[in-house]
């Protein structure tokens, strides 16, 4: 471990001139993190289909644990006696976990919401009661040791229109993080988040914001999007979010993981992003393009001895076709490995480019040749020309 002062210090180390992109480096109690940073998410201590040492081997600095789903299995005891996720899982590398939230709405059928905190019908086989609360949140996630933790918010579905909900949900977020940085444990090497909510009601996000901004932490979120809003909506939020965060800290964007979501938000200002997608649609047979996406399942690939994509240097693209694929893939686990391998791979290096532009001072170059690439046709959709004039990049 690093001596260092804070549990997370961040530094800019160039902007884009022309968008509110930038490039940071977060140093953690596990290393450092360039940012912009595509996080993967290794829900239950594992990143499906890949070993720690393949991970580490793909220079995959950051991936994320979930709190409620390690909180039931193995619990907070195991981790304790185990020294944390870190040495369970044998990963030297940083780790974010979730506050076991978001489960509020994927898991709402089993969810009772009060002011105490979150009720969940047990996933496990003996289908216990489990009461999440900002404490319990904080006590499982400081036994799991991630460099950076979130604290437990009151989550509401984009699509839920009454008001009246999300106000509250925002004043108890609010609340909830209070009693979550009164019950840590861990303050010198781990990191709590704060949640900004307020789903699509700017003036809600505003308050959720400037209350936040008031705690002493060392970065920020924005939670409850991607969760079926419309992209114009959607973009908005994101932009205003950043414009009212400090600017000395990192912004992070939960569950965003679309290559065309990660260009346009670090152009709107996002350092950190998360999300199921890469892995799960390689789980389908599914592989990831600069222009798109393509199921090997299909037939047309049958006969196609070419690699995945001929410009990634993943060992999966290095050794194996796309025929080779379509005869595996959803088959056999050995496919769920090559292929979420690319992915990750993909992820990587659009990061990377992302970041190379930004430096280099190409970026508004790199954003229009990535949209063309991927709308051939030019016909793009609103919310892409939208939220790229809102940061003077015309396409």
Request: proline share 5%; aromatic share 8%; net charge neutral.
């Amino acid at each position: 471990m690093n001596n260092i002062k804070s549990p997370l210090i961040f530094e800019i180390i160039g902007k884009c001139e022309t968008s509110k992109a930038r490039v940071g480096r977060m140093t953690l109690p596990h290393g450092p993190v360039d940012t912009p940073v595509f996080m993967p998410v290794g829900t239950q201590g594992t990143l499906k289909g890949m070993l720690p040492e393949q991970l580490k081997a793909m220079n995959l600095q950051i991936m994320l644990a979930n709190t409620y789903h390690l909180g039931t299995r193995p619990g907070p005891k195991v981790l304790k006696k185990a020294g944390g996720l870190h040495k369970f899982m044998n990963w030297d590398g940083n780790l974010l976990t979730d506050s076991g939230g978001f489960q509020m709405v994927s898991l709402l059928k089993l969810a009772e919401i009060t002011e105490e905190g979150v009720k969940f019908q047990s996933l496990n086989e003996h289908k216990n009661e489990v009461m999440l609360t900002p404490e319990h949140s904080i006590e499982i996630q400081n036994a799991i040791g991630a460099d950076i933790i979130m604290q437990l918010d009151d989550v509401v579905s984009t699509t839920v229109p009454d008001k009246a909900r999300i106000e509250e949900s925002v004043h108890r977020t609010t609340r909830w993080l209070d009693r979550c940085l009164q019950a840590h444990q861990n303050p010198d090497i781990q990191s709590i988040f704060p949640i900004v909510q307020g789903t699509l009601f700017e003036d809600l996000r505003r308050i959720s914001a400037s209350e936040h901004i008031k705690r002493d932490v060392n970065g920020f979120a924005i939670g409850g999007l991607s969760g079926g809003e419309s992209k114009d909506d959607f973009w908005k939020i994101v932009n205003l979010c950043t414009d009212l965060l400090p600017k000395n800290k990192p912004v992070y964007l939960m569950g965003v993981g679309f290559a065309v979501d990660l260009v346009i938000c670090s152009a709107l200002g996002v350092d950190m992003f998360d999300c199921v997608f890469p892995t799960r649609t390689a789980r389908f047979g599914c592989a990831l393009l600069m222009n798109g996406q393509i199921n090997l399942r299909k037939k047309q690939y049958a006969l196609d001895f070419n690699p995945i994509d001929s410009d990634c240097t993943c060992s999966t693209c290095k050794n194996y076709t796309r025929a080779y694929l379509h005869g595996i893939v959803t088959e056999l686990p050995v496919a769920c490995h090559l292929l979420t391998e690319h992915n990750l791979a993909f992820q990587l290096r659009l990061m990377k480019t992302i970041r190379e532009n930004i430096l280099n001072g190409t970026f508004k170059e790199f954003v229009k040749k990535f949209m063309e690439d991927l709308y051939p046709k030019k016909d793009y959709p609103s919310w892409i020309t939208d939220s790229l004039i809102a940061v003077n990049i015309t396409l």
